[in-house]
Nanobody
Framework: QVQLVESGGGLVQPGRSLRLSCTAS????????MSWFRQVPGKRRELVAR???????DYSDFVKGRFTISRDDAANTMSLQMNSLKPEDTGIYYC??????????????WGQGTQVTVSS
């Protein structure tokens, strides 16, 4: 099986920075697109940023210029550097990946989420 585990969440003041990490483990042949989503109570889960295997990335309008997504395929990790955080960035951040296991097709996996709270 494959597991995605997020880390780095916490409480931070507005304007400060936080860095989230996601580590994939298990029987992994290849990782394709990796993404960060977030969800707040009462709202649907929304895409924050994604990064393709070739390194190309794109961002939702509400984080452009403030967040940077990156990946390290040698370590099966992905990160999200979040700068200039705002209270509306508060939510549970989820790691998502399109992962191929040995001898199998590509499946989509989710992490368990990490809480980010931006408050003074």
């Amino acid at each position: 099986q494959v597991q995605l585990v997020e880390s780095g969440g916490g409480l931070v003041q507005p304007g400060r920075s936080l860095r989230l990490s996601c580590t994939a483990s298990g029987r992994i042949f290849r990782i394709y697109t990796m993404s960060w989503f977030r969800q707040v109570p009462g709202k649907r889960r929304e895409l924050v940023a994604r990064i393709l295997r070739d390194g190309e990335s794109d961002y939702s309008d509400f984080v452009k210029g403030r967040f940077t997504i990156s990946r390290d395929d040698a370590a099966n990790t992905m990160s999200l550097q979040m700068n200039s955080l705002k209270p509306e960035d508060t939510g549970i951040y989820y790691c998502n990946g399109d992962i191929q296991r040995p001898g199998l097709g590509v499946d989509n996996f989710w992490g368990q989420g990490t809480q980010v709270t931006v408050s003074s």
